[in-house]
């Protein structure tokens, strides 16, 4: 089955931690995206990575830190210095059009981070 | 700072009715516009796209985008209890340069649809 996994479902992270979120799609995707949610908010831009070796710092990166060295691999790393890590990630991949035009992303099951 | 709006809710519509759920975007060279269902505590899921003006119909859903009043809606006809869920809708801007910047989301509005 085609799909996007993200690992794993739950995470506890202690405080001065690093975490790693494992987010794997075998769709043969280009651009591959992460998200954080918070209760009642909308989706943020975290990262976002068009090709392999490259990415883009999206609305919220600071705190956060990502590769890209497989198209189908984007992991996230939240560090130490994410002050309030604690929100549900989720990671999204898309084909990028031909003329450029974002189209339908599909998401993960998503990664519930919380700090204890 | 590109901007979706949405009505954050709750939308209450009985059971077989017409459900109406709207989006404004302020960045007028948006070109994708998607509608996403979300369960509570699930991941987004895709249940309509559209990109030109006019009505998109698909089963019970019909998305509409107004390009120029930068405005698109989702109807969902006959309405069930299992449609009671938050609607993100989110826009996407056609990118130049080589950089794909994601969409940008809502806050998503609650339905709930009374049995």
């Known amino acids: 089955d085609g799909g996007i996994t993200q690992s794993p479902k739950y995470l506890f992270r202690k405080e001065g931690q690093n975490v790693t979120l494992s987010c794997e799609q075998n769709?043969?995707?280009?651009?591959m995206y992460w998200y954080r949610q918070d209760p009642g908010q909308g989706l943020r831009l975290i990262y976002y990575?068009?090709?392999?070796?490259?990415?883009q710092k999206g609305d919220i990166a600071e705190g956060y830190s990502v590769s890209r060295e497989k198209k189908e691999s984007f992991p996230l790393t939240v560090t130490s210095a994410q002050k309030n890590p604690t929100a549900f990630y989720l990671c999204?991949?898309?084909?990028?059009?031909?003329?450029?035009?974002?189209?339908?992303?599909?998401f993960g099951q998503g990664t519930r981070l919380t700090v204890v | 700072q590109k901007e979706v709006e949405q009505n954050s809710g709750p939308l209450s519509v009985p059971e077989g009715a017409i459900a109406s759920l709207n989006c404004t975007y302020s960045?007028?060279?948006?070109?994708?516009f998607f509608w996403y269902r979300q369960y509570s505590g699930k991941s987004p899921e895709l249940i309509m796209s559209?990109?030109?003006?006019g009505d998109k119909e698909d089963g019970r859903f019909t998305a509409q985008l107004n390009k120029a009043s930068q405005y698109v809606s989702l109807l969902i006809r006959d309405s069930q209890p299992s449609d009671s869920a938050t609607y993100l809708c989110?826009?996407?801007?056609?990118?130049?340069?080589?950089?794909?910047?994601?969409?940008?989301f809502g806050k998503g509005t609650h339905l709930i649809i009374q049995p």
């Open positions: 999204a991949s898309e084909i990028l059009g031909l003329t450029g035009f974002p189209t339908e992303a599909f």
């Open positions: 769709l043969n995707h280009d651009a």
């Open positions: 990575s068009q090709i392999v070796n490259d990415f």
């Open positions: 960045d007028r060279v948006s070109q994708s």
């Open positions: 559209i990109y030109s003006n």
């Open positions: 989110a826009v996407g801007d056609m990118y130049s340069g080589g950089g794909a910047d994601g969409l940008t």
